[in-house]
């Protein structure tokens, strides 16, 4: 045992040696010795653990530009439209008791002055018929009006047909409002 104590107390001084480098250079040396132990310090206690560092603060994304909404569909006009065509129509007049009584006197004189005896009254007979009716006729024509019936293209696409009296200030191709029968420029 003998052999162990100087290699011990050599490892000491080497020990002492190492550790004089790290003191100050204004404190002294000192030797442990072998008759105390150096005192043993108990490890320090475990530290609580450090809270774990908070995330960098994301940066806020840059706010995209605002787009205006798109412009609403424009509105279907159902009464609006364009004339298409403008077609004149002559529509018969109504005959009255005059056309037709005024028609048969004529025919009945003229039918009178052909044939003798009974072929004289079978002409003027037929004459009045005759009469009569190329009156009515003629009362039907004169009292015949001339309507316009107008095509118009809906914007809606459909079409439509409408019948006016007059179609003073329209043209083809004129923009228009339907109103029942009616058509006013718009």
Aim: proline share 15%; hydrophobic share 35%; glycine share 12%.
């Amino acid at each position: 045992m003998k052999s162990v104590v100087p290699a011990f107390a050599a490892g000491l001084v080497l020990s002492a040696a190492l550790l004089a480098g790290c003191n100050k250079p204004d404190e002294p040396l000192a030797a442990p010795t072998m008759e105390q132990p150096a005192a043993v310090t108990p490890p320090p206690a475990p530290a609580e653990p450090a809270p774990a560092p908070e995330p960098a603060p994301k940066p806020k994304p840059k706010p995209k530009p605002v787009q205006p909404p798109p412009p609403p569909p424009p509105q279907v006009c159902y009464d609006c439209g364009t004339v298409t065509t403008i077609t004149p129509v002559t529509q018969k007049g109504e005959a009255g008791a005059m056309g037709t009584i005024g028609g048969a006197a004529a025919g009945g004189v003229i039918g009178h002055q052909f044939g003798g005896g009974k072929g004289k009254d079978a002409a003027t007979i037929g004459g009045a018929i005759l009469g009569a009716v190329a009156g009515r006729e003629i009362e039907k024509r004169a009292r015949s009006t001339t309507v316009y019936e107008i095509g118009v293209r809906m914007d809606d696409g459909s079409s439509r047909s409408v019948t006016v009296a007059d179609p003073a200030g329209l043209s083809v191709g004129s923009a228009v409002r339907v109103e029942g029968n009616n058509l006013r420029p718009r």
